[in-house]
């Protein structure tokens, strides 16, 4: 694939999960363009230095609008989050906003590690 401009979340549970399926892709996402809400972003750039990532502000405190705001602006073309369905959340409207935009604007998006793995691999 061409150089894209991807999206990277991770909710606190699955950050492990998240970070080792990072890890286990590094390669794969390098030529790549990468954003990612804060903490996720941080522990990535932690982990694979290498990869040309921005971090925005954590979720939280926007950073799934910053990527809403990315997708609306047509700046990413393939997001990968993994969501926790089992833990309440302050920003729940951000989340449903941002899915909702990555439906209107049509963009791969993985919600879980099956899905992540179908989606890298047309990468
Ligand atoms: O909460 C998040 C997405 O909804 C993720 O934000 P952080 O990466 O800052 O933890």
Excluded at 69 to 88: H, V, Y
Aim: include cysteine; charge should be negative; charged fraction near 15%.
């Amino acid at each position: 694939m061409d150089a894209v401009q991807a999206a990277l979340i991770s909710h606190d549970r699955l950050k492990p999960q998240f970070v080792e399926w990072v890890i286990r892709h590094r390669h794969i996402l390098q030529p790549h363009t990468l954003f990612a809400t804060g903490t996720t972003g941080g522990l990535i750039k932690d982990a694979c230095p290498e990869l040309n990532l921005t971090p925005l502000k954590s979720g939280p405190l926007g950073g799934d609008q910053q990527i809403g705001a990315l997708i609306c602006e047509g700046n990413i073309q393939a997001l990968f989050f993994f969501i926790d369905p089992l833990t309440p959340m302050p920003h729940d409207v951000d989340v449903k906003a941002l899915i909702r935009l990555t439906a209107l604007y049509n963009i791969p998006t993985a919600l879980n590690e099956a899905t992540a793995d179908r989606l890298i691999a047309g990468f």
